[in-house]
T-cell receptor, first 115, second 111 residues
Framework: EAGVAQSPRYKIIEKRQSVAFWCNPISGHATLYWYQQILGQGPKLLIQFQNNGVVDDSQLPKDRFSAERLKGVDSTLKIQPAKLEDSAVYLC?????????????FGPGTRLTVT | GEDVEQSLFLSVREGDSSVINCTYTDSSSTYLYWYKQEPGAGLQLLTYIFSNMDMKQDQRLTVLLNKKDKHLSLRIADTQTGDSAIYFCAESIAGGFKTIFGAGTRLFVKA
């Protein structure tokens, strides 16, 4: 079974530029998460999808971050415009259930550096 | 509020046991987890425990849960150099729909 795929693995941009990350969850997984992991910290949930609907986006900075999950499969996370404090690893995870507990399967992450 | 706290570093010798500790604040946690993160990789679930259990053993891993003190620990027996990684404690709250992660404990294993 293929794991959660993310691209790109690394991205360096200047502040005020835009960037997009892509995630392909494990086939059949209904729930998809985007996390932000700042160096030295644990992952912080940005947004959670159940199929193609948003379950929780309470910690997503909506003035600059957006995410979508068309057709309930792949997802993209966009930052526009980027700030220095957005430098982090962006992790995508998926879960086969409705999201209640259970294991989350993580991708390798995209490391974003904003200069 | 929702908070999970862990010590930042632990160093052990190969063959010794490692004990990583965690405290959490939400008494309504349904599951508690230990995830492992190796360099350049995402998190991988090591083990989890239901909130109505006190202990769970899985090969070299032993999880102890003290619900009264909101304290979770992970013991790794016969620690190997391959166990060097960051270990994250996490709790699921909001009926299991949300997971809160600690900052992670970096385990160094000396040969």
């Amino acid at each position: 079974e293929a794991g959660v795929a993310q691209s790109p693995r690394y991205k360096i941009i200047e502040k005020r530029q835009s960037v997009a990350f892509w995630c392909n969850p494990i086939s059949g997984h209904a729930t998809l998460y985007w996390y932000q992991q700042i160096l030295g910290q644990g992952p912080k949930l940005l947004i959670q999808f159940q199929n193609n609907g948003v379950v929780d986006d309470s910690q997503l900075p909506k003035d600059r971050f957006s995410a979508e999950r068309l057709k309930g499969v792949d997802s993209t996370l966009k930052i526009q415009p980027a700030k220095l404090e957005d430098s982090a690893v962006y992790l995508c995870a998926s879960n086969p259930t409705s999201g209640r507990g259970y294991e989350q399967y993580f991708g390798p992450g995209t490391r974003l550096t904003v200069t | 509020g929702e908070d999970v706290e862990q010590s930042l570093f632990l160093s052990v010798r190969e063959g010794d046991s490692s004990v990583i500790n965690c405290t959490y604040t939400d008494s309504s946690s349904t599951y508690l987890y230990w995830y492992k993160q190796e360099p350049g990789a995402g998190l991988q679930l090591l083990t989890y425990i239901f909130s109505n259990m006190d202990m769970k053993q899985d090969q070299r891993l032993t999880v102890l849960l003290n619900k009264k003190d909101k304290h979770l620990s992970l013991r790794i027996a016969d620690t190997q150099t391959g166990d060097s990684a960051i270990y994250f404690c996490a709790e699921s709250i909001a009926g299991g729909f949300k997971t809160i992660f600690g900052a992670g404990t970096r385990l160094f294993v000396k040969a």
